[in-house]
Every structure is written in structure tokens, then in C-alpha cells.
């Protein structure tokens, strides 16, 4: 059985109640990253081994793709490592929590959101995409093999959820007393400044 941590119960509180919880197991197996991960270490080695031979030709290319390439193999790498374990998606009130499962157990790893962040969604067979409401946002995939349909429906009634609740907070007036707490003392502060000017009149 998996034991959450505190920081995941903390986000689990913030995100208010469960409404859906299913494991997603990627057909993709770790075979393509060791592969992936033999094929880069061969090309180290036939760089170190025949480099010289090949010399002229790599000074051809673009400086920029040299300096480029180290930089796209450490996401590439993490990229493909992902997909190869199963992942745990729980759809709450106000968000979404995806966490990694390797031989029954949590690894640690995780992504989390909130469904304000997101301004539709639409489904295929891989699962439903998610897209963002803004252009420095990412879109996310949440992945499914079943039950697409109703995956579907509760994202998109989320969506629709949070975005109806920050265009009704956007329209209240600033400053408008918001809590029963908070009438009440604005309530007092109106009848002080009343009393106030009745003293100097």
C-alpha cells in the first residue's frame, strides 16, 4: 500500500475533495530507454575512437547544434525514462495530482495543477489534453486507457467550475466586504466617521 508524504497530503488539502482516482500504465516499456541510452553511449564511443578521422566534417557544423545537442539529451532522456513507468492520476475539486509508480511504490516524483489554469479540454483515444489559458503555460496530457469519456466530463466541468468562480471574483468591487467579519467592521468604521463628524460640526 503507498504511504504519501506530508507535502503530498498538504496538496491534497489545497485541492479540496477526490473525485477520481486511476492508474495509467504506459505500453511503452524501459527496453527503449536503455536502448536509447546504448545508442548514445556507442556514439561517445565511436566520437573518441574515429573522431579525428571525422574532424573536418564536424567543424562543418553550426557551432550552435554542437552546444545544443548536450543540452537536448538530458530532457530527451528524462522524456523517455517517464514513459516507462505507471502513473497514478487523482482528479480533485480544484486540481489534478499525477504521481510516478515503479514496482508498487511511489517515487517521489509528481506533478500537480490547479484546473484554473486551464481554459478547455478535449479528448482522443490517448487520454484527454488539457489546454492552458495562457501563453507561458503548458498544456497537459492526462493519460487513460479507459473511461475516457467520463475523464472527460469531470475535467471539463472543473474547467468550467473555475473559470465561472474567477470571472464572478473579477466582477465583485474592490475593497467590497467579502466575509460576515468583515461587514461588521466596516459597518463599525461607517458609524465612527459619522460620530466623527457630528463632534466637529
Given at each position: ?43 561517445v ?86 489546454i ?29 467550475i ?15 466586504p ?24
Open positions: 500500500m503507498f504511504q504519501a508524504s506530508q507535502n503530498q497530503k498538504d496538496s491534497r488539502n489545497s485541492l479540496g475533495k477526490s473525485i477520481k482516482t486511476w492508474v495509467y500504465t504506459p505500453k511503452t516499456s524501459n527496453r527503449f530507454l536503455f536502448y536509447l541510452i546504448g545508442l548514445l553511449l556507442l556514439a564511443v565511436f566520437v573518441i575512437r574515429y573522431g579525428e578521422d571525422y574532424l573536418p566534417m564536424i567543424k562543418k557544423i553550426p557551432s550552435i547544434v554542437l552546444y545544443a545537442i548536450p543540452l537536448v539529451i538530458g530532457p530527451a532522456v528524462n522524456y523517455f525514462r517517464t514513459r516507462g513507468k505507471a502513473q497514478e492520476w487523482t482528479l480533485y475539486e480544484h486540481g489534478y495530482i499525477m504521481k510516478f509508480i515503479k514496482n508498487n511504490e511511489y517515487t517521489g516524483e509528481q506533478i500537480s495543477g490547479y484546473w484554473k489554469d486551464f481554459s478547455r479540454c478535449n479528448y482522443d483515444e490517448k487520454g484527454v489534453k488539457l492552458s489559458s495562457g501563453p507561458g503555460r503548458k498544456n497537459l496530457r492526462v493519460k487513460a486507457e479507459r473511461n475516457v469519456m467520463e475523464i472527460f466530463s469531470i475535467c471539463r466541468e472543473r474547467i468550467g473555475a473559470e465561472a468562480e474567477r470571472l464572478s471574483h473579477s466582477s465583485k468591487a474592490p475593497g467590497a467579502d466575509t460576515p467579519e468583515q461587514r461588521r467592521v466596516a459597518k463599525m468604521e461607517q458609524r465612527h466617521r459619522h460620530a466623527h463628524k457630528r463632534d466637529w460640526s
